[in-house]
């Protein structure tokens, strides 16, 4: 009888149980006390974007807020300190710079010695940074990088427990604990299956930010909530600007149908590609994918993007072709 009553669930009544407020890191995008994900192809910016947040924040400033579309300036707040966990082996002429250049107090910027002790994710060692640093942002980048020896980000049982471990210590420390990742290869799927390892891994977050480029325009970026469980989630996309310095800068979606329009993937860039060269008839597949490849456009992208046109695979004068079928 006495292990029937141990093995009793642990119930709470919602009229027992005191709401508690949301505290913002960057309202309404990275809160404090959680996990989130920001994540993105490479070069698209998410390592600048955060770093910005993080020099502001070492200044006393908040990041604007996002309020029903329209950026708002927020109060200043005491200092924040950042410790920034990353695989790079010389901080100093990359990450740091960035963070300066933002305008960041490099006293508030603290970051893992690769060279002499790599981190992992365990409750023990991200516990100690954070007593040490006195930091309420840590930033894992990339997240990859800091897994234990042998584990498959595809599993969701070792996943869950990683991400219990980083949700515990986000909790106990009222820490905003930021991953950033890339993106996989699935650019036909939706954004939220677009992450890193088990599709769990975005279920056990609060909240996760795209950061996106426009391909023929390199200079245009932008950033978008694709999941919050918060009820001041804004799924409006903001535009990141890097200027002349490469500082950067938020802004305002411009009310213009250019502006609006999502940024173009791999694959239908490859669609237009391929599509004009066989506006004639059928085309070589080595040229095609050579024509994809000037663009970074991989072999496989084009492929996936020739069937998305209905094109076959066919052989003239044994040489390989697609065409469409008459």
């Not at 027992?16 to 890191?25: F, G």
């Not at 901080?91 to 490099?106: M, N």
């Amino acid at each position: 009888m006495k292990d029937k009553e141990q093995a009793k669930p642990i119930i709470k009544w919602g009229h027992e149980t005191e709401l508690v407020d949301i505290e913002w890191c960057w309202k309404p995008y990275l809160p404090y006390g959680k996990v989130s994900i920001i994540e993105g192809d490479g070069g698209d910016g998410k390592t600048t974007m955060i770093l910005t947040i993080a020099a502001l924040l070492s200044q006393g400033r908040m990041p604007p807020s996002l309020i029903r579309g329209h950026l708002s300036e927020e109060p200043d707040c005491a200092p924040i300190t950042t410790f920034y966990l990353t695989n790079e082996d010389e901080v100093a002429d990359s990450s740091l710079k960035r963070f300066i250049r933002a305008g960041g107090d490099r006293s508030r910027f603290a970051y893992s010695g690769e060279l002499q002790h790599h981190m992992t994710i365990t409750e023990d060692e991200l516990l100690s940074a954070i007593e040490e640093t006195g930091c309420r942002l840590l930033i894992i980048d990339p997240f990859q990088a800091f897994l234990p020896e042998g584990t498959n980000m595809g599993s969701i049982t070792k996943m869950r427990a990683i991400f219990t471990t980083l949700s515990n210590v986000a909790k106990m420390t009222n820490t905003a604990v930021v991953l950033v990742g890339h993106l996989n290869k699935n650019e036909g799927s939706k954004d939220i299956h677009r992450g890193f390892g088990s599709a769990d891994i975005a279920a056990s977050v609060r909240s996760i930010l795209m950061v996106e480029m426009r391909k023929r325009d390199r200079e245009r970026r932008w950033v978008r909530a694709i999941k919050s469980n918060f009820d001041e989630s804004d799924y409006t996309p903001i535009r990141l600007i890097l200027d002349e310095e490469r500082c950067l800068s938020f802004a305002e979606f411009e009310d213009e149908e250019e502006e609006a329009t999502p940024p173009q993937s791999k694959t239908e860039r490859a669609m237009e590609i391929i599509a004009d060269m066989m506006v004639d008839g059928s085309v070589p597949v080595a040229e095609a994918t050579a024509a994809c490849a000037e663009e970074g456009i991989g072999d496989k992208t084009a492929q996936r993007a020739s069937r998305k046109l209905g094109a076959i695979r066919d052989f003239e004068n044994g040489i390989p072709v697609w065409r469409i079928p008459d």
